[in-house]
């Protein structure tokens, strides 16, 4: 039996902003095949530090993860929208700079296969640097 977990943060626990629509894991359990289960780990409102809490529910019979990270330590760095900047580059970084080094360390877990969404990239696919594992990001 396969088993996808769903972690993270408001993207995937959004059945407070979606009334009358189906929420994300209503959405995966009917995508899925016959005999696959989903659930839910998700919280609306966290950050990635928050990530390792989630999996310590992680159930013993996940065979699928799926994160959703640092929207929210985004949120918590807005601040830096009233700063200036000299060049588009610049300002990328600076908004990036803050939640990179802490998503780094969730994206470098040791998975068969990881993929991340990056609307920055052209191929909309960005894999993660190599370094610490999930086990000492949660340590």
Do not use: K
């Not at 009358?20 to 780990?41: F, H, N, Y």
């Amino acid at each position: 039996m396969r088993h996808v977990i769903l972690l993270g943060d408001s993207i995937f626990d959004n059945a407070r902003y979606v009334p009358g629509g189906p929420p994300v894991i209503d959405q995966v359990r009917e995508a899925l095949p016959q005999g696959w289960l989903a659930s839910l780990l998700a919280v609306d409102g966290s950050i990635t530090e928050d990530f390792c809490d989630q999996l310590a529910s992680l159930p013993t019979e996940a065979t699928h993860l799926i994160v959703s990270a640092g929207g929210n330590d985004t949120l918590g760095e807005s601040g830096i929208l009233g700063e200036s900047a000299r060049t588009v580059g610049g300002a990328r970084f600076t908004l990036a700079e803050p939640t990179s080094a802490r998503f780094g360390r969730i994206a470098a877990q040791p998975t068969p296969e990881w993929r991340a969404y990056a609307p920055s990239s052209p191929s909309g696919i960005a894999y993660p640097p190599t370094g610490e594992t999930l086990a000492r990001f949660c340590d």
